[in-house]
């Protein structure tokens, strides 16, 4: 064997032996998360995954190959993550709610703590479209693009590990709940009209607010929608006055849909 293909060789043992590493670490993650779920710990445990990167900090402080390991363990991490997730959640998780309740937010957050797959149906259909929202109400009128979301949510459902932010109209149409609802668990978001108003007021974004961008419209038209969205969801949880974190482990706590 020339030298070449002798190093080749030990390359390739070096791959087994991580090949064989990584099996036994992930049979750890396995373990973990049988004994939280016996023993009531919450699945995930932002100031362990911080110890962690602490605990990596010091192993790695001289090595050469720092920045390289690290991004290594950055991707062994997510999987991580990805497995802990496909324990707890098996479909897709939608997030419903009126426009500003928070489910971009929420959905950017849990999808850092879960690993999974983040799809704003809005942007979707403005990507797909080629055009803002207020552009394809004034151009094809609002059933168009209702069209648009019972379209978007069909595609979506083929998918699993996906947290899903839905436009806050999809609830308007009871095809579009069954959708939602076989596609994973449904968590409502709520917040009061005060909240919701301090959060959108600035947005030229959401047609059916404008020029109704006030409280006492935001709340006859929240109030309009309420059994729609109650009736959609598994789980609710209301976004006022409460950090993202606390927000996103209730909705991980939440009982999942098997
Ligand atoms: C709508 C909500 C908006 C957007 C469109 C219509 C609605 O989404 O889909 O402006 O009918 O409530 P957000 O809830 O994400 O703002």
Redesign the pocket.
Known sequence: MNQLEEIRAQMGACDDRIIAALEERMGCIEEIIAFKRENGVPIFQPEQEARQRGDWDAKLADNAYRGEIEHIFEAMVKSSKRIQSKTLVQGNIMLI?????G??TVSTYLCEMLAMDRVE??AEIVAKEGMS?PEI?ATHGEAY?RNC?SNLLIELQKKSQQVV?????VV?RPENVAVMRQSGTVVLLTASPESIYDR?KDST????LNGNMNIPYIEKLMEE?RPRYEAAADVVVNTDDTDIQSICEKIIAAPWKK
Do not use: Y
């Open positions: 709610g009126f426009m500003g309740v489910k971009s149906m809005d929202i109400f693009f979301e932010s839905c436009g806050g109209g308007l959108v974004d959401r047609p059916l929608r």
